[in-house]
T-cell receptor
Framework: EPEVTQTPSHQVTQMGQEVILRCVPISNHLYFYWYRQILGQKVEFLVSFYNNEISEKSEIFDDQFSVERPDGSNFTLKIRSTKLEDSAMYFC??????????FGPGTRLTVL | AQSVTQPDIHITVSEGASLELRCNYSYGATPYLFWYVQSPGQGLQLLLKYFSGDTLVQGIKGFEAEFKRSQSSFNLRKPSVHWSDAAEYFCAVGANNAGNMLTFGGGTRLMVKP
């Protein structure tokens, strides 16, 4: 069964450093998403991406964040200068048809 | 703006007992509704979804949920809980538009007593 994959599973970085989180969505899906979950809190929407551009973003998704689909398979989230409060689990999701999103296992980002 | 409320932060039930997890949503049109389950350190697994039609939907692992428009609710139920059901459960509402972002509730942590 096809699934969304994410790498790395855990990333540790120093405050102020840039990180890139990688996702491989399900191959025939057209819509791509990033969500995050700060420890003990609810899952929050960051950004949606369709047809090589951002279709929607939340207030969390400020100028420090960017997304890219550099080739036909990967979907990346870049944080330019990490802050302590960026520590969270980041989930990638994708979908083909309206409604159901398939989530990856997540990348745990720890900013020291 | 859409929102989801899960009133119960923690619930403890005995194995074999029935379960109902509450979810209330706010959305201006007919929503897409979902229940996801998250085991510790794991990702989100879809249990079931409602888009339209029959208001009682069946999901995986013996779960079901009922959409009640008049109460803006989408409660999750299971007639007999198993120890392996212990996890965190998230209700989510999906925008009925092209972007289709999901808004999640705060989650309910289910503990199962032997």
């Amino acid at each position: 069964e096809p699934e969304v994959t994410q790498t790395p599973s855990h990333q540790v970085t120093q405050m102020g450093q840039e990180v890139i989180l990688r996702c491989v969505p399900i191959s025939n899906h057209l819509y791509f998403y990033w969500y995050r979950q700060i420890l003990g809190q609810k899952v929050e929407f960051l950004v949606s991406f369709y047809n090589n551009e951002i279709s929607e973003k939340s207030e969390i998704f400020d100028d420090q964040f960017s997304v890219e689909r550099p080739d036909g398979s990967n979907f990346t989230l870049k944080i330019r200068s990490t802050k302590l409060e960026d520590s969270a689990m980041y989930f990638c999701a994708s979908r083909l048809t309206p409604g159901e999103q398939f989530f990856g296992p997540g990348t745990r980002l720890t900013v020291l | 703006a859409q929102s989801v409320t899960q009133p119960d932060i923690h619930i403890t039930v005995s194995e074999g007992a029935s379960l109902e997890l509450r979810c209330n949503y706010s959305y201006g049109a007919t929503p897409y509704l979902f229940w996801y389950v998250q085991s510790p350190g794991q990702g989100l697994q879809l249990l079931l979804k409602y888009f339209s039609g029959d208001t009682l939907v069946q999901g995986i692992k013996g779960f079901e949920a009922e959409f009640k428009r008049s109460q803006s609710s989408f409660n999750l139920r299971k007639p007999s809980v198993h120890w392996s059901d212990a996890a965190e459960y998230f209700c989510a509402v999906g925008a009925n538009n092209a972007g289709n972002m999901l808004t999640f509730g705060g989650g309910t942590r289910l503990m199962v007593k032997p």
